[in-house]
Every structure is written in structure tokens, then in C-alpha cells.
């Protein structure tokens, strides 16, 4: 899971295309959860490329949330969330970092999305904070509730 700033920079040079494969693939492995799903929680690189549009519209949505997600069991509020610029590869969050790496906010399918990678965050001491169903359903009813 530590590969990816490694296979980005293969991938850069134009070489090493099975290599940056094999990442790939060990990476999605490594994101399997118990179920099968595929999980959205990993490792970042080491910098950030920070989206402040995004970070803006989190922090002021993230505090709408609060009463909402307060209800919930297991739920913390982050006491601060990077939205980091995601190339390639899924959108997941970094729960030791406690980033996001998403590549937009256009459309409600993307702020479901950053909503989605934030509940893994508010909730990663929590099992819910792993169950990517209960983490999809929870993105979603946030998004429609607080638009
Ligand atoms: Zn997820």
C-alpha cells in the first residue's frame, strides 16, 4: 500500500507499466474488505495537493452533519480533514493522516463521495466506519438531507 507514489513515478517515466500493474493490483488486493467489497481506506503519499474548494465545502458540511452523525454510535468528528487531489485509483481516506483523496466536487455523485471518504474518518474507531454499506447509505441520506 506503500507503492503508489513509486508506481506514479514509474508510470511518469513511461516504463515499468507490469510493475505499476502489479501495485495496482496488490493495492485493490490489500483494500479487500472481509466481505469482498472493496474498501476505501489506505495509505496516501507523503504530501498533499490540497483542494480548498473541497475543504471548504467539508467544513462547513461536516458541521451541518454533526448533529445528524452525533446519533450515530461510534462516531467522532475529525478535528481537521485534508482533501487531497486523488490521480488514478478510487477515492479513499487515509485515517492515520486523516485526509481524503478525491478528484472533484461537481456533481451530488461526488460530494456522496467526499460525504463517503469523510464517514470513513468519523468513524474508523467504530465497525461502521469499515462497513462501506453503512458508510454509502449514511453519504447518502447526509447529502440529500443537508444539500
Ligand atoms: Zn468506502
Redesign the pocket.
Known amino acids: 500500500m506503500n507503492g503508489i507514489e513509486g508506481a506514479q513515478r514509474s508510470a511518469s517515466t513511461g516504463r515499468a507499466g507490469r510493475h505499476l500493474l502489479a501495485v495496482i493490483v496488490s493495492s485493490l488486493i490489500g483494500c479487500l474488505g472481509a466481505d469482498g467489497t472493496?474498501?476505501?481506506?489506505g495509505i496516501g503519499p507523503a504530501t498533499c495537493d490540497h483542494l480548498p474548494t473541497l475543504e471548504a465545502w467539508l467544513t462547513l458540511h461536516a458541521q451541518r452533519w454533526d448533529t445528524a452523525l452525533s446519533a450515530e454510535p461510534g462516531y467522532e468528528r475529525p478535528a481537521h480533514v485534508d482533501v487531497c487531489r486523488l490521480d488514478g485509483r478510487w477515492?479513499?481516506?487515509d485515517n492515520h493522516q486523516s485526509r481524503v483523496y478525491v478528484r472533484r466536487l461537481e456533481t451530488t455523485d461526488d460530494q456522496v463521495t467526499l460525504a463517503?471518504?469523510y464517514?470513513?474518518l468519523a468513524f474508523q474507531h467504530f465497525p461502521s466506519g469499515h462497513d462501506?454499506r453503512y458508510?454509502?447509505t449514511t453519504a447518502r441520506r447526509l447529502v440529500a438531507d443537508y444539500p
Do not use: G, K, T
Open positions: 472493496l474498501a476505501h481506506e477515492p479513499f481516506a463517503h471518504e464517514l470513513h462501506e458508510v454509502e
